[in-house]
């Protein structure tokens, strides 16, 4: 299982940014997947989950609204779309597949900062 994340950045408040996460050595199209992220000093947090379909979403309160994750299972990729960013939303976001046992990406760098 690998699992590759990109899209991260530097961005003003505000701004968007979109992630993506593609994912290989597994049948995407059957597992669920989900973005945490850790910001320094704090614990990972969940902050979206899709299901193996792609109609069932859930979010972190912090970020209903502005975010959106979806999966294209043609691609075999997951996203996350960040609108209106904030600069709390700074951290590393990780992409995260249950496959008979936890998988992670390597993370990507989200900094909001004027």
């Known amino acids: 299982v690998q699992l590759v994340e990109s899209g991260g950045g530097l961005v003003q408040p505000g701004g968007s940014l979109r992630l993506s996460c593609a994912a290989s050595?597994?049948?995407?199209?059957?597992?669920?997947m989900s973005w945490s992220r850790q910001a320094p000093g704090k614990e990972r947090e969940l902050v979206a989950a899709?299901?193996?379909?792609?109609?069932?979403?859930i979010y972190a309160d912090s970020v209903k609204g502005r975010f959106t994750i979806s999966r294209d299972n043609a691609k075999n990729t997951v996203y996350l779309q960040m609108n209106s960013l904030k600069p709390e939303d700074t951290a590393v976001y990780y992409c995260?597949?249950?496959?008979?046992?936890?998988?992670w990406g390597q993370g990507t760098q989200v900094t909001v900062s004027s």
């Open positions: 899709i299901n193996s379909a792609g109609g069932s979403t």
């Open positions: 050595g597994f049948t995407f199209s059957r597992y669920g």
């Open positions: 995260y597949a249950r496959v008979g046992t936890n998988y």
